[in-house]
């Protein structure tokens, strides 16, 4: 049977940070697919991904666990003829939801070796009350504090303790017999995502076949949070400084940027990722595509953000 794992978690948490130092480390020898779902329509952590695995399939646009599945579905369909990967991740974008990701895989008789779902321990306080993050806890058997690099012994504690109640409030029940799907899960915790090797040897698999359709679980999902991105495509001519001081300045409203632009004044282009007001940037040698930035968040006017001379 092929496995497969689920990575979930709020925008900008370090899902694609756990991919890139796990998966690396761990399947080095594997036939390893990854299938990145980016919130809005142009992706960058496929770009990113791409970069180190050749088999990445892309879906943007919308989330794969509502308007996306039957794409979804599709495009697993696609990779497992054409690729046959002995396993296949799947990172789901900030806004989803895991549990009918889950469900799709099922369906498509994969067995799932484990429902990831990354938390980020500095914002955690930032994003905890939208409905999204607590089903995304709810629907996982494997919770991750991550970016615990930026937080003192105290906030662990307390983050560690929302979680578990949040785990036990919102954990996903079959409807039908009012049980819950994960019986167990296990918590981790660590820095840039990186995982045990045990995390993937199957010992969180999820048996039990759930023979259910999504309309037999319940969430919230679409109707309470509501966000929205907005594409920015810049001139290749700017400074990196201009850019720099645009991304030090960014409303409340902004909750994620991400984007790969190139500048006069630095030879590569450079990846940018600025999640709850930490930014950061890396080089991206072998990008050749334009230079664009990702807005997410809500309310986003992005003429208003980019005052470029
Ligand atoms: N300090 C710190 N930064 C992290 C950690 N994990 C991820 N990041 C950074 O957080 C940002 C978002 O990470 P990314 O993996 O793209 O998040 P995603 O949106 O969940 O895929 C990037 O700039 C990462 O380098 C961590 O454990 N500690
Ligand atoms: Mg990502």
């Known amino acids: 049977m092929i496995s497969s794992f689920i990575i ?9 940070t756990l991919l890139l130092n796990t998966v690396k480390e761990y399947f080095k020898d594997r036939k390893i ?15 990113v991904l791409k ?35 002995e396993i296949i991740f799947v990172e789901t974008s900030g806004t989803s939801e895991p ?16 429902v990831i779902c990354v938390i980020d321990t500095k914002n955690f306080d930032t994003y905890k ?7 995304q806890i709810g629907g996982s058997n494997i919770l991750v504090l991550n970016k615990i690099d930026l937080v003192d012994e105290n906030t662990l504690k307390k983050v560690e303790e929302e979680v578990k109640q949040i785990k036990e409030k919102y954990n996903v029940k079959n409807v039908l017999t009012g049980q819950p799907i994960f019986k167990t899960y296990a918590l981790y915790k660590t820095e840039f995502g990186k995982l045990p090797k045990e995390v993937f040897d199957g010992a969180y698999r999820i048996d039990e076949i759930i023979k259910i359709g999504n309309e037999g679980y319940e969430s919230g999902h679409i109707i309470q949070d509501s966000f929205s991105e907005k594409i920015v495509y810049l001139p ?6 201009e850019i720099d001081r645009m991304l030090s300045n960014l409303p409340k409203n902004v909750y994620r940027v991400k984007g790969i632009v190139k500048t006069k004044d630095i030879p ?23 230079s664009f930035l990702v807005f997410i968040g809500s309310n986003i006017e992005a003429q208003k953000l980019i005052r470029l001379n």
């Open 268 to 290: 590569s282009p450079i990846l940018i990722n600025y999640s709850f007001g930490n930014l950061s940037y890396s080089e991206l040698p072998d990008y050749k595509g334009s």
């Open 8 to 16: 979930t978690g709020f925008l900008g948490v370090g899902k694609t």
């Open 236 to 241: 290749e001519d700017i400074e990196f400084k």
């Open 51 to 85: 970069n180190v695995y050749s088999q990445v399939l892309e879906i943007s646009e919308g989330c794969i666990c509502c308007k996306l599945s039957q794409e979804f579905e599709k495009g697993v369909i696609e990779i497992l003829q054409n690729y046959n990967p």
């Open 33 to 47: 697919a990854i299938i990145v779902n980016e919130f809005g329509e142009v992706g960058v952590d496929g770009k």
């Open 129 to 135: 009350e939208h409905s999204t993050a607590k089903y």
């Open 99 to 114: 549990f009918p990701i889950f469900l799709s895989l099922q369906n498509l008789g994969m067995s799932v070796d484990g």
